[in-house]
């Protein structure tokens, strides 16, 4: 799935950004809030769907609607620019399979130092007991 089809299924809002600013901050609506309605959205196929709620589970609001928020640049073209390329990124991420694990086993030399670790422990614990 191109990431770049789901445009028609988002929506943007803007508001004033929060936090230290100056006399901008007050009155110019630059914070970019993108949301992406998950369960309703025309574009996804169940099998998608499924995946994305599952990898994005408590990134989710009850409704099942993703929301992205950006308030770092000074202009809302480029919060919305910024927060839109965040979701670009989050569905790439969710749609990457996942490689499969190669089992390995501990080197020999590893577990020797491993249990000459324990050895040298218990030697020491051993070491502060009272003596009868």
Known sequence: MDATQ????????????????????????????????????????????AILEEKWANKLTTDGELVLTHQTERTQLANKEKVTKKFYRLIEQAFMPVKARKKTRPSKAVVAKRLASKKRKSEVKEGRKKVL
């Open 6 to 49: 789901l445009q028609p299924d988002i929506q943007y809002r803007f508001s004033r950004s929060g936090g230290a600013g100056g006399q901008n901050v007050n009155k110019v609506a630059t914070k970019a809030e993108l949301r992406f309605d998950v369960r309703h959205s025309t574009l996804l196929t169940d099998n998608e769907r």
